[in-house]
């Protein structure tokens, strides 16, 4: 792997987005999806020119979904029933197809600007992408979704989080909420434990919550991860160990969490990071105030790749490590 940039997504006046992206995702190794403040969520084919000496990808738009209200904060996809999930800041969850076939129309009043008007005026480039609808909205949210995923066991279960403090499961097919967990505070992220029945959600008050999302579960929190100075906005889990977590905050660190390291506290069960990954080009010891600067937007915990992570820096980086958990 190089640090070489591939491919960049085409414009707003070649069937992209026309504001800012805030969520990514790869359906499979030739398609991608991203939404994001414009409402909308773009379905990507990437090709590859075939060119033996330097790798070019190309970014072809194949499908527009249009459905929200408002800004689009997160998406999840499930590859093998072609269904994406989105939470925005209209206050629900979007059900979608990723096939041109199995999708509605999308509402006309829901379209961009620019879809609305006379042919004779539309760009030729823009009225070759499919507009789509969404299949069904989950509603319930009294406040923002700031994320959302599929259960990783049930991709007819969903689970999100939302600045109204809770936690939510929903039943797809019937559209219906199936669990509320409130907690104290805003909600920003949300990832699922399968292999410990549980669900973790970073909130504004620089903490993670584990949670036992099932129904039989008689408490709202299991285990608290405390080490954060400002907001958790991401979570990934150990590709590894199953009881491996990653975080990211707006402190301009990620931290690394083993779920087994617990101790007992007046609050309940507590845990702290085991590693804090900071900002490399940073001095040793240096700390920006509530991560000026540095804030830490999104990261993953790749098994190939190692973990990694964007961020107000305007820098991806990659932190790679052998064992970073025993098992």
């Known amino acids: 792997m190089s640090g070489q940039v591939a491919a960049i997504s085409p414009g707003p006046n070649e069937g992209g987005h ?27 084919r990437i090709e590859d020119d075939g060119s033996k000496l330097e790798t070019t990808v190309n970014f072809i738009p194949e499908l527009e979904l249009c459905g ?8 999840d996809i499930h590859n093998s029933s072609s269904r994406l999930l989105s ?71 969903a689970y999100s989080a ?22 104290m505070n805003p909600l920003c992220s949300i990832e699922a434990i ?7 959600v ?25 080490g954060h100075t400002n907001q958790v906005v991401t979570l990934s889990r150990d590709p590894g160990n199953k009881h491996g977590l990653l975080s990211g905050s707006h402190d301009g ?26 900002r490399r080009w940073l001095k040793i010891g240096e700390k920006r105030v509530a991560g000026e600067g540095v804030k830490v937007f999104s990261s993953v915990w790749d098994k190939e790749v190692g973990i990694v992570s964007g961020s107000e820096d305007k820098k991806v980086q990659i932190d790679r490590g052998t064992s970073t958990i025993p098992t």
Request: aromatic share 6%; charged share 20%.
């Open 194 to 200: 399968p292999d410990l029945n549980l669900v973790a």
């Open 202 to 226: 970073g909130n504004s008050a620089r903490f993670i919550t584990l949670v036992d999302p099932r129904a039989s579960a008689t408490t709202t929190s299991v285990m608290t991860l405390r």
């Open 87 to 157: 939470g925005s800041d209209d206050w629900t969850l979007g059900v979608w197809s990723t096939q041109k076939s199995g999708a509605p129309a999308a509402p006309e009043v829901l379209l961009p600007q620019t879809s609305r008007l006379s042919k004779k005026r539309r760009k030729v480039s823009s009225s070759q992408v499919p507009q789509k609808g969404c299949l069904s909205q989950l509603k319930g949210h009294t406040g923002s979704v700031s994320d959302t995923i599929f259960a990783p066991n049930d991709h007819t279960v």
């Open 253 to 278: 660190t990620c931290r690394i969490w083993d779920l087994r390291s617990t101790k007992n506290s007046a609050d309940g069960t507590v845990s702290e990071s085991i590693y804090t990954l900071p």
């Open 162 to 183: 939302s600045q109204d403090h809770t936690l939510r499961t929903w039943d797809i097919p019937t559209g219906s909420l199936v669990d509320t967990r409130t907690t």
């Open 68 to 75: 929200h209200k408002w800004g689009i904060n997160a998406i």
């Open 18 to 44: 026309t504001a800012g992206i805030k969520s990514v995702k790869f359906i499979d190794s030739t398609h991608a999806a991203s939404a994001g403040h414009d409402r909308s969520i773009r379905i990507w």
